[in-house]
Each structure stands twice: as structure tokens, then as C-alpha cells.
T-cell receptor, first 114, second 117 residues
């Protein structure tokens, strides 16, 4: 079955430091890949998506993710953490031929320390 | 408003009660999804509508769960004879697109938090 694994349910980073959130998927076919962010008491918001164009994807607010087929990964990075980045982050996949249904990982909670 | 609206935001039910959760998608959005998010977990797919047609209900956990979108806009998720394991946040999302090949952004509502006592 297709699945998404996010290693590390909690990540803590100092303000201004780089952070990386890990996402690996299991699939034999190329997926579409997404990162969503969920702030407290808000709905999920799309950060960025990979849909078979450039493997390095740039999203809003300085977020980036790189699709690495050989590693079946789509890790999310940001060069400098801001206090407002504290949230829960979800990696998700979708596949050609389906309805756009997303399969989500378990999420990673990012804590930003001053 | 311009976003996906869900109601009620919070619902407490006694075990065995029926509940109905409503979703108002963004106007004109063809696709509508329901997800269930248990505490500390990622959202899990429940069901999908394209306009009024329910094309995928493979994620509904039991026949106590029922969803409808009769006019292709507002959708209702109904849970009959609620059980404690039904406690979760129920998320609704809508999209202009109808296939993964053209997958754009899913717009999520804030969710309905159901607590079954």
C-alpha cells in the first residue's frame, strides 16, 4: 500500500537556524508530493507541491523541498527559522489516475526556540 | 466567506447518539473530500465527491458513516450510533480540480472536533 513516513514527530530548532523536516514515500510509480502546514485552530494550508516539473520546489515564506527519486524522499527545509514557523507540518502524496486524494504522513511538530 | 466553512466546530455526543457535520466548500469547487484526523495523527481519507457524485467511499470506517452532497455544493457527514473511537477532528477540503494529474491546492476547513463520551 502507498504510504508516507515522516521521521521525527517533534523537531526543535533555534530561531534563525536552518531546519529540515523529513518525508519518505513508498511507491513504485512517480507520485505528486505536497507539504501542508497546520497552525493551531486553523485548517491545513499548502506550502508547496511537486508535480513532475523541477525537482527543487520553492514555496511560500522561504520554504523549499527537493524530490529525490533515488531516495524516495521529499524533505522540507528552510534556511532560517522564524517564531511564526512553529506549527505542525504534514507531507502528503497523490498519484496519477486517482481523484486527487491525498495520503498524509503522521505529521511533524516544529518548535522554534528564541 | 471565501474559505471552506465547517459546522459545528465542536460537538460533544454521548455514545450511541447520531451526529451530522456540515461542510460548505468554496463556491464552484467541483471536488470535495472528507478526512478524519485522530489526535496526534495525520488526516486519513474518508470519502470523495465530484459534484454530487460520491466517487470514492473506500475510507469510511464502517456502515455507521454516511456522507452526501445532494446538490453538488454543501456536504454532510453523518455518523450513526457514535462510538468513542469516532472521537476525532473531521476535516473537509475542496478543490477546483478533479484529478491528481491536475492537482492544485486542496483548501481545508478548520474542522469539526467530535468528542464521544
Amino acid at each position: 500500500a502507498q504510504s508516507v513516513t515522516q521521521l521525527g514527530s517533534h523537531v526543535s530548532v533555534s530561531e534563525g537556524a536552518l531546519f529540515l523536516l523529513r518525508c519518505n514515500y513508498s511507491s513504485s510509480v512517480p507520485p505528486y508530493l505536497f507539504w501542508y502546514v497546520q497552525y493551531p485552530n486553523q485548517g491545513l494550508q499548502l506550502l508547496l507541491k511537486y508535480t513532475s516539473a523541477a525537482t527543487l520546489v520553492k514555496g511560500i515564506n522561504g520554504f523549499e523541498a527537493e524530490f529525490k527519486k533515488s531516495e524516495t524522499s521529499f524533505h522540507l527545509t528552510k534556511p532560517s527559522a522564524h517564531m511564526s514557523d512553529a506549527a505542525e507540518y504534514f507531507c502528503a502524496v497523490s498519484y496519477s489516475g486517482n481523484t486527487g486524494k491525498l495520503i498524509f504522513g503522521q505529521g511533524t511538530t516544529l518548535q522554534v526556540k528564541p | 466567506g471565501a474559505g471552506v466553512s465547517q459546522s459545528p466546530r465542536y460537538k460533544v455526543a454521548k455514545r450511541g447518539q447520531d451526529v451530522a457535520l456540515r461542510c460548505d466548500p468554496i463556491s464552484g469547487h467541483v471536488s470535495l473530500f472528507w478526512y478524519q484526523q485522530a489526535l496526534g495523527q495525520g488526516p486519513e481519507f474518508l470519502t470523495y465527491f465530484q459534484n454530487e457524485a460520491q466517487l470514492d467511499k473506500s475510507g469510511l470506517p464502517s456502515d455507521r458513516f454516511f456522507a452526501e452532497r445532494p446538490e453538488g455544493s454543501v456536504s454532510t457527514l453523518k455518523i450513526q450510533r457514535t462510538q468513542q473511537e469516532d472521537s476525532a477532528v473531521y476535516l473537509c477540503a475542496s478543490s477546483l480540480e478533479t484529478s491528481a494529474a491536475n492537482t492544485g491546492e486542496l483548501f481545508f476547513g478548520e474542522g469539526s472536533r467530535l468528542t464521544v463520551l
